[in-house]
């Protein structure tokens, strides 16, 4: 089964930017559309943008201009660019399956995620 490997995150100055990268271990990662997800302290998890086989991407609304979801499939890898930090972007940020967003019984194990901490 896929596993993933999130890693990027860190102590960050707001307005910097920040690029998350998620690795996953399977040989069929070209075949899946990715996502990434967000837990905010005290907050549900959300998820913040999509990726499809094809390259196609879509966003939530709240971070729509800021956020950028890549994926190089040579590499096993989907990455996540946030511009402009902010302390809204606080949170433990997760890879999964999209559908997971919906229904959990389309969630992958999650990974351990990474922790993204905007502060001055």
């Known amino acids: 089964q896929i596993q993933f490997a999130e890693s990027g995150g860190g102590l960050m100055q707001p307005g910097v930017s920040l690029r998350l990268s998620c690795l996953a271990d399977?040989?069929?990662?070209?075949?899946?559309?990715m996502g990434w997800f967000r837990q905010a302290p005290g907050k549900q998890r959300e998820m913040v943008a999509s990726?499809?086989?094809?390259?196609?991407?879509s966003y939530a609304d709240s971070v729509k201009g800021r956020l950028t979801i890549s994926r190089d499939n040579a590499k096993n890898t989907v990455y996540l660019q946030i511009d402009n930090l902010g302390p809204e972007d606080t949170a433990v940020y997760h890879c999964?399956?999209?559908?997971?967003?919906?229904?959990?019984?389309?969630?992958?194990?999650w990974g351990r995620g990474t922790q993204v901490t905007v502060s001055s």
């Open positions: 999964n399956a999209p559908l997971c967003a919906t229904d959990q019984d389309m969630c992958v194990p």
């Open positions: 399977g040989s069929r990662f070209s075949h899946y559309d």
């Open positions: 990726i499809t086989r094809s390259g196609l991407t």
